[in-house]
């Protein structure tokens, strides 16, 4: 059986169908952008030469899947393409998707999307990211999902120096129903994410989500600002914390990948939260994050109501992708 059938078997299942529709939904933008130029591509070339390939490579890079990753994707659609001596043009496309999920995954396994966290004790989850990411957004939406699943949340408000951030973060605690641990605007963030962990022990919550501060102006005291937060948390709770999520915008396409790397400099991530996916052509920046970086999409955002931040799984990203073009084959 193919790569693509196995996607459509998996994805035309009823138990899957709420993922399938926001996956599809969702990644509309990039799907029609790619998957149109890539019809037109196998439209022109009936055979797989080198030409093809370098005009695929051409297709790949516009979706910012990233220069690096889609030199080594070109490069192993070759060798696949040899080793199965693939002569039409067509009979490419179950290789591309196949390649593009090996490529996100590499040699883990799928449950590298999952949230790290402490069996029966407190989870720390630090959340950090530049200003208008939506990494307030995300915290609201992550703290309501879990709190789905049956897990005591609070939130701690360490963004104190962006006008209205820690209003902002109230506002989702209501929506998600959970607790917000405050100060003062222009408070140390380090001592509210102190009182964070305090509440959430009395709690006995089982999250403590904590926002921080998303200034990059100045890298120094942004990464000063985070380490003294960090040292806060491993002081209080050894191990913690067991999640660094950086959330990026997906629309700002290669600058998220810059910003990744500045992040990565300033503080273990562990993770992505890649916000926005629903209103970029891009969407091709969560496979170069993950190869170029080596760090995993843990959450992705497809929509801007409180459900729409879906946990990431690269075959549903591939079937979103390539939707259109896989459920016209047989």
Not at 179 to 208: C, E, H, W, Y
């Amino acid at each position: 059986m193919s790569f693509i059938q196995k996607l459509k078997n998996k994805f035309q299942q009823p138990e899957q169908e709420e993922v399938t529709t926001k996956y599809k939904d969702g990644m509309k933008k990039t799907s029609q952008t790619l998957s149109g130029k890539l019809n037109n591509l196998l439209a022109r070339y009936r055979k797989v030469d080198e030409d093809f390939f370098e005009e695929l490579e051409e297709l790949l890079i516009t979706a910012d899947v990233g220069v690096m990753t889609v030199m080594d994707l070109i490069d192993e659609l070759k060798l696949e393409v040899k080793r199965r001596n693939i002569k039409d043009s067509n009979a490419v496309k179950d290789v591309i998707s196949e390649k593009l999920v090996d490529i996100y995954y590499g040699e883990d396994e799928p449950e590298i999307a999952t949230l790290n966290s402490a069996p029966d004790q407190l989870s720390v989850i630090l959340v950090v990211g530049v200003n208008g990411a939506g990494k307030t957004t995300s915290i609201g939406k992550l703290a309501h999902q879990l709190k789905q699943e049956g897990k005591r949340v609070v939130l701690a408000a360490g963004d104190t120096f962006r006008a209205g951030a820690i209003e902002q973060l109230e506002i989702w605690g209501e929506r998600a129903e959970v607790d917000v641990i405050k100060q003062t605007a222009g408070s140390d963030p380090a001592a509210v994410i102190f009182d964070g962990i305090q509440a959430a022990k009395s709690r006995k919550a089982d999250v403590l989500i904590c926002d921080t501060a998303g200034r990059l102006q100045n890298k120094v005291n942004l990464m000063n600002e985070l380490a003294k937060v960090k040292r806060v948390i491993e002081r209080e709770i050894p191990g913690a914390p067991h999640e660094t999520l950086l959330v990026l915008d997906a629309t700002t396409g290669q600058n998220a990948l810059s910003q990744a790397k500045t992040f990565s400099e300033a503080t273990n991530v562990s993770g992505i939260v890649l916000t926005k996916l629903d209103g970029t052509a891009k969407g091709g920046i969560v496979l170069a994050i993950r190869h170029e970086l080596d760090i995993p999409v843990k959450y992705v955002g497809l929509g801007e109501q409180i459900e729409d931040l879906q946990p990431f799984d690269a075959h549903a990203f591939v079937y979103g992708l390539f939707a259109d073009m896989l459920e016209e084959d047989v």
